[in-house]
């Protein structure tokens, strides 16, 4: 139980998806403006990431290392999740409409993104339990809505900041994000 | 005689004026990641040259085969089965390149710049067109890579391509190799070829490098938000 917490909160504070590993920047500084996109997103990644692990493990583990195709992992698992996305689209359309127009926009920004990717190969790579896997894809997204959502509040504040006119637009909002970064830094160590 | 021309502004266009890092704002990700060292800058711009180039010419040559709906997963199977080539020759020939790019390596799959390039390009244009946009992008990805790598291993480790440099390697500012500095760097290096060129780049990441822009419904009406 405590091995899980610890796998928990550290891909949630320590090695942030967004801030420390460098994953899912594209949806971290495109759609971080408002609030509402942020959790929107935030939501939406850490659905997909969680589903994603729960159908990716046992494909790893039931089909491709008994026979032997480890190799196959990235084509097998980028596909799985394009089409598990396309899944969930067409079944939240279906079923649940109010949930669609909240979060449906952003499923389709979803297949491309690293951070997803990232978490199932991850998982496979530090050889964790199915049970652990979870627990680690659960911290990367709450890791990714976290820093989402503080993200979206720093760059409204910006909005009314004085710029230089060269810095307008992406290099404030990367210099942005470096602060946020240092702020997470505090975080390692602590569970070590 | 202009089509050759044509063919030279395909590969040049890639360096500066439209380079996928610098200008379109594109592959955030491994800019970020991999660039504590200029070595493995190097590296990993010349492995997704490598893909980016592949899935370029099968994906210009399959153009007309696949159909519109279901090119998007068509499309990922070419990327990723090159990008498990490429793993295997860097695991083969160069171990310790392969052992730093990690993950990262496996995430070039996802890297919006090859996705991006499919379909605003491969996917509209012959083989030869699609071949030198490929290595022009390439080639531009790397040496914004490289130029990253550079400034962060000079500054953050007082270092460069196994240079010790004078004063800053007993001083190495650290913060440049750790994630925060990765963000400073790149922000400062983007102001920079804001300053310097002349043309205004996008002021925010639009939806015209996003892969998915035509199945969006949210393209063309002011992006992601």
Not at chain 1, 64 to 83: G, M, R
Not at chain 1, 100 to 109: A, E, F, K, R
Not at chain 1, 145 to 172: C, H, N, Q, W
Request: charged residues 10%; glycine residues 10%.
């Amino acid at each position: 139980m405590k091995e899980l917490f610890v796998i928990l909160l550290s891909a949630m504070l320590t090695d942030n998806f967004v801030l420390a590993k460098f994953m899912g920047i594209c949806p971290f500084l495109g759609v971080s403006k408002k609030f509402n996109s942020a959790t929107g997103m935030g939501i939406a990644v850490t659905f997909v990431m969680i589903c994603a692990t729960a159908v990716t493990y046992p494909i790893h583990h039931g089909i491709l290392v008994p026979n032997e195709l480890e190799y196959f992992d990235t084509v097998v698992f980028i596909l799985v999740i394009a089409l598990f996305v396309q899944l969930v689209e067409t079944m939240l359309k279906k079923c649940i409409p109010a949930l669609y127009s909240s979060l449906g926009v952003y499923l389709p920004l979803i297949t491309t993104n690293c951070a997803v990717l990232g978490v199932t190969v991850l998982n496979i790579d530090s050889s964790f339990s199915f049970v652990q896997s979870i627990v680690n894809a659960v911290g990367a997204g709450l890791g990714f809505l976290i820093a989402l959502v503080i993200f979206s509040g720093v760059r409204k504040k910006m909005e009314y900041a004085d710029i230089p006119e060269t810095f307008k637009g992406v290099p404030a909002t990367l210099i942005a994000a470096s602060i946020v970064s240092v702020s997470f830094m505090g975080f390692s160590g602590l569970f070590s | 005689m202009a089509e050759k021309k044509s063919l030279l502004n395909e590969i040049t266009k890639g360096f500066v004026k439209e380079n996928p890092t610098l200008v379109m704002l594109l592959g955030m990700c491994p800019t970020l990641a991999v660039t504590t060292q200029a070595k493995n800058g190097i590296g990993m711009g010349l492995a997704t040259t490598f893909v980016l180039l592949g899935s370029n010419i099968v994906i210009s040559a399959l153009r007309k085969v696949i159909p519109d709906k279901v090119r998007i997963p068509a499309f990922i199977v070419i990327i990723a089965s090159f990008v498990t080539f490429v793993g295997f020759i860097l695991e083969g020939f160069v171990p310790d390149l392969y052992d730093s790019l990690g993950i990262y390596l496996t995430l070039i799959t996802v890297n919006c710049i090859i996705f991006g390039r499919a379909e605003m390009f491969a996917s509209k244009n012959g083989i030869a067109a699609s071949a030198c946009d490929a290595i022009g992008m390439g080639l531009g990805f790397t040496l914004a890579l490289f130029l990253m790598g550079s400034v962060r291993e000079i500054l953050g480790a007082g270092q460069w391509m196994e240079m010790n440099i004078p004063v800053l390697h007993d001083n190495p500012m650290l913060l440049f190799i750790m994630p925060a500095g990765g963000f400073f760097t790149l922000g400062m290096i983007i102001a920079v070829v804001n300053k310097l060129s002349k043309k205004k780049p996008p002021e925010e990441l639009g939806c015209h490098g996003c892969p998915n822009a035509s199945a969006c419904a949210q393209a063309g009406k002011g992006g992601c938000e």
